[in-house]
């Protein structure tokens, strides 16, 4: 019988605790750096199938509005990549593969090779003076050297923000 009673009183007073008419959640409050979260553009970037067995990178690549409007931030992260490697990249209008490429997203100056760590990684950042589209199709390349910028070793299309 106690250990009915104390069910009981365990349970109404779990109840009482979840549904508590008393308690009150604070307003939501939405800050500036949601609203650039949703003005962000996303790519998944990966080797392009003929490269497979000679190079499998992958990554991530993402563009935002910069802190004064005018300006578009662009960022860079790759993964499996020969340490010691430096690779050109940059953002270009137009969607990865053949004849789909429409010419480079801002000035080429604004994209610095990035250079490959001990680990495989590497990470670069541009601030391209144009504001950030809100349409359009754009994708992020990353070559295989400055001596072989033909060859296309990752490559990610962006994805645009969510509405």
Known sequence: MSTRWFLTVAL??????????????????VSAKDATLNSRWHANLASPASLAGAVQMNGSASMAPGP??????????????????????EARLGQCGVGMDNGEFGPSEAYQPVKVASDGHANGTATV??????????FVVVHASVANPETIVACGNLAPPTQ
């Open 68 to 89: 004064n409007g005018t300006s578009t931030n662009i960022t860079l992260d790759v993964a499996n990549a020969s340490p010691g490697g430096i690779h050109p990249w």
């Open 12 to 29: 109404s007073a779990l109840t009482f605790a979840a549904c508590n008419p008393f308690h009150r959640d604070p307003a939501v409050q």
């Open 129 to 138: 003076p144009m504001q950030t589209p809100e349409t359009g199709s754009y």
